[in-house]
């Protein structure tokens, strides 16, 4: 990738950041969009591959941490792999890193590509096609999607199609208090989440999940406390999204 900063997108750099932000889901076009608008900066914190979107003039802000994942996919090239990974957005910033598993040649041909941000209610899990156990948060608004053959679980919205990822360890966490268990041997293995996922019952998994995003407030589950972001420097996450549809 280019090293010169500020810089528009590369032809290749936007391919594989559009693979993984469908232009059929307001959510992830309204990303798109954006993407469109914006300059490379400059690099983030996680190596070469790590860089940041931003307004033409500004400089990539390092006094807040890295934001979470929105969008994560794959692309499968003869002889090599593209990991793409896009975060949040916080105000007009949006950090991106796309790995090559070996150096990328352009007349590599492409095998398939795949991302979590395709998935849909009904279907199986992207890429493998393996099983997914679906919960819902609120009927036709938020449900929760867990796949153990992924080790991933995310919440998807009805209304603008976005997948938001969820970090495994906090979500276990919330579940074991929901539990009220205390056993180390089970406390501090997250992985029980999707070996035994069978033994979750949905109340808990809702209820888990409620706890959870009333302190991290991802999304507005209509109850009783106003949404609040943790970000307090920056105003624009990805809530504003699940705002708008």
């Given amino acids: 990738m280019e090293n010169i ?16 932000l469908p232009e059929n889901k307001s959510g992830y076009n309204a990303y798109r969009k954006k993407i469109e608008n914006l300059f490379v900066i400059g690099k983030g914190r996680f190596g070469e591959t790590n860089l ?22 794959f692309v499968y090239y003869e002889n090599n792999k593209a990991d793409i ?35 849909f209610p ?20 938020f449900l929760l999607a867990i796949a153990p053959g992924h080790k991933k679980l995310w919440l998807h919205s009805y209304k603008n199609g976005i997948n938001l990822l969820l970090p495994v360890t906090n979500f276990y966490n919330y579940l074991m208090l929901v539990k009220n268990i205390r056993s180390a041997e089970i406390v501090f293995k997250p992985d029980r989440l999707f070996s035994e996922l069978n033994s979750f019952k949905d109340d808990e998994l809702i209820k888990a999940f409620t706890a959870y995003n009333k302190y991290f407030r991802h999304v507005n ?14 105003s624009k996450k990805l809530f504003d999204l699940f705002k708008r549809g």
Avoid: C, M
């Fill in 85 to 119: 990974i896009i975060n949040e957005q916080i105000d007009d910033e949006i950090e991106f890193d796309i790995f090559f598993s070996n150096a990328f040649n352009e007349n590599l041909r492409e095998i398939k590509r795949w991302s979590y941000s395709e998935w």
């Fill in 5 to 20: 900063f500020p810089r528009k997108l590369t032809e290749l750099e936007k391919n594989l950041l559009f693979s993984i």
């Fill in 122 to 141: 009904g279907y199986n899990a992207p890429g493998d096609n393996s099983s997914v156990r679906e919960v819902e948060i609120i009927k036709n608004e």
């Fill in 221 to 234: 589950l209509n109850f009783d406390e106003p949404a609040q972001n943790t970000h307090k420097k920056k």
């Fill in 52 to 73: 940041i979107l931003d307004k033409e003039g500004n400089v990539p802000d390092f006094t807040i941490p890295s934001p979470p994942v929105f969008a994560i996919g």
